[in-house]
């Protein structure tokens, strides 16, 4: 819970404000930049919410901080926001909101699927609250989860616990020390069924893969995001634990695949058609070689 002694005096004076115990995770700020920013080191409000929306959105960041860092000074029914999640991105693609401060308050999805079609996907583990625990169980519960990689598994074994859900993730990032059903291992795509591959992509960590769904979604954890601008992609250099000249080499290999939406564990949520995903892709690469 944010409290308001520790309020940062960056915020604008209102109701929403943001306390000094903000790890600058930039959730809220992705979440509501009409409301949130980062002014450095951390987030603080600088536009109170005006509209029922803006309320809305506000109240989800408060939500889904990893932290409790964001607060109010006026009461507000917290159903606004928690009801939310998981919130619909498209088709069957839900962002789970409730990040983990254990994840640095990376982001998690959840597809949704009919049994036969093989159940319901997590992709990295969000925080595990109760109130999301119960709307993930009316949706369908959890079949698979899938980790991209070893910063971000979180509550994995809890939900593994809640659900019996099947965890996948790759050995070169501890899968057997975390428990993991089942181990992929190696450089090589492996199809977990006829909508879903996963794709190794060593760089960030040494075991990082993606998730590519339907030829439309790819789940890419640290290794790719959508920029700030929302007009290209980007790779994390300061954050590039593993090998970067690795992190180039996954990436060029990921021109090989059609995707629509890069959908990350940090950093923006990238949409656009398949050819133009092609060519920033390149110049996401062409870029990433200039930062060696
Ligand atoms: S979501 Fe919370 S921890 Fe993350 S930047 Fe906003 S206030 Fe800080």
């Known amino acids: 819970m944010a409290s308001l002694q520790q309020r940062l005096p960056e915020n604008v004076p209102g109701d929403f404000f943001v306390d000094s115990t903000c790890i600058d995770c ?24 005006e509209t029922v929306v803006e309320t809305q959105k506000a109240m989800m960041a408060l939500v889904a901080c990893p932290t409790g860092s964001i607060g109010t000074t006026e009461k507000h029914d917290a ?10 991105l498209a088709d069957n693609v839900y962002f789970c909101g409730f990040t983990s401060e254990d994840s640095f308050g ?5 597809i949704t699927r009919p049994p036969d079609e093989g159940g319901n996907i997590l992709i ?7 109130q999301l625990v119960k709307r993930i169980e009316t949706m369908g519960g959890v079949r698979q989860m899938l980790l991209t990689h070893k910063d971000d598994v979180a509550d994995h074994a809890r939900f ?3 659900f019996g859900c099947d965890r996948v993730m790759h050995a070169d990032d501890g899968a057997a020390r975390f428990g993991v059903e089942k181990i992929v291992s190696g450089s090589e795509p492996v199809e ?22 339907r030829n439309k979604f790819l789940f890419t954890g640290d290794h790719l995001a959508g920029h700030v ?3 290209r992609l980007t790779a994390f250099r300061s954050a590039c634990w593993y090998s970067w000249t690795e992190q180039i080499r996954s990436m060029t290999r990921l021109l090989e695949y059609d995707f629509e ?11 656009t058609n398949a050819s133009t995903m092609h060519r920033q892709l390149e110049e996401c690469v062409a870029w990433m070689k200039t930062r060696i």
Do not use: K, M, N
């Open 160 to 162: 593994r616990e809640r």
């Open 124 to 130: 990295d583990s969000p925080r595990f609250a109760t």
């Open 26 to 49: 930039d959730t809220c700020s992705q979440l509501a930049p009409s409301i949130f920013r980062d002014h450095g080191d951390q987030c603080s409000v600088y536009h109170q919410p």
């Open 261 to 271: 939406w890069v959908l990350p564990g940090h950093g923006e949520i990238h949409h």
């Open 192 to 213: 977990l069924d006829p909508d879903l591959l996963v794709i190794p992509t060593p760089g960030h960590t040494r075991g990082h893969v993606v998730y590519l769904y």
């Open 79 to 88: 159903h606004i926001g928690i009801d939310a999640f998981p919130h619909h």
């Open 229 to 231: 601008s929302r007009r």
């Open 106 to 110: 990376a982001w998690s999805y959840l």
